[in-house]
């Protein structure tokens, strides 16, 4: 049986990242992280947008996903670059804004570069990952029960965005539903998009989007093991970003 890490929302953060993985142990030869235990690496989404460097995280993740070292599933901000991308009319805010100027700070051969590379990386993922023979679901904003195995527009919207009203907070966030307060099923689901000071555990659910690009932490979940590994962020500490679903 394969082993995982499954890192959290790393949103530009390389700095962090390469902390993090350094931590769990893996070994890195041109670009390529390697465990002797031969662990798989597994990002689950927005690894782009709002950090320092989100190139350094693109091509982090495309390099060791083509080596087979390594498995991404795509977040909300990974869907809104990509769309951006392919020339769609989206709004650049909430942190896709600070990846645009990156990608206009390279000359074009590089800007080439790692647009080709991320839509590669975007168009090769699955929706969501079914590993260890359903045991281990890795999705971005988590999945319900009735979802696993179906790839339909409500299965895209709710792993992307979560469990989502249609409503809006006071701060122009969308209210999100507490989907895995009410779950109970058989398989581990490991998600991230709504940050928590703390990894969050809750039936058979682990949230680990611990806000690294708001001052939090960069968490990784090692599976089987169900151990979690955090380095601390270096980014200004934001407390109106953290979510505590709990009260």
Not at 63 to 89: E, S
Not at 135 to 160: D, M, S, T
Not at 161 to 180: C, F, K, Q, S
Not at 217 to 227: G, I, Q, R, V
Request: glycine content about 8%; some cysteine.
């Amino acid at each position: 049986m394969t082993a995982y890490d499954i890192i959290g929302d790393v949103h530009g953060c390389y700095e962090e990242l390469t902390k993090l993985i350094d931590i769990l142990g893996y070994t890195c030869k041109d670009g390529i992280y390697v465990h002797k235990d031969d662990r798989k690496l597994v990002f689950l989404g927005d690894i782009t947008d709002r950090g320092p460097d989100s190139i350094g995280v693109i091509e982090l993740v495309y390099k060791n996903v083509k080596a087979g070292k390594a498995l991404y599933t795509p977040g909300n901000h990974c869907n809104k670059l990509y769309r951006y991308l392919l020339g769609h009319n989206v709004k650049i805010i909430h942190g896709l804004e600070t990846t645009v100027e990156e990608l206009n700070a390279l000359n074009d051969s590089q800007r080439k570069s790692v647009i080709s590379h991320f839509k590669e990386l975007y168009e090769d993922s699955p929706m969501y990952l079914i590993l260890d023979n359903k045991k281990l679901i890795v999705a971005h904003a988590g999945i319900p029960e009735k979802y696993i195995g179906y790839y339909g527009k409500n299965v895209r919207r709710f792993v992307l965005y979560g469990d989502i009203t249609g409503e809006r907070n006071p701060d122009g966030t969308p209210v999100r539903l507490d989907w895995a307060k009410d779950y109970r099923g058989s398989s581990l689901i490991v998600y991230g998009h709504t940050p928590v000071k703390e990894p969050r555990f809750l039936n058979n659910t682990v949230n680990i989007d611990t806000g690294c690009v708001f001052g939090g932490s960069l968490t990784a979940l090692s599976y089987p093991e169900m151990k979690a590994s955090s380095v601390k962020s270096s980014m200004p500490y934001d407390e109106s970003r953290f979510r505590d679903p709990d009260n």
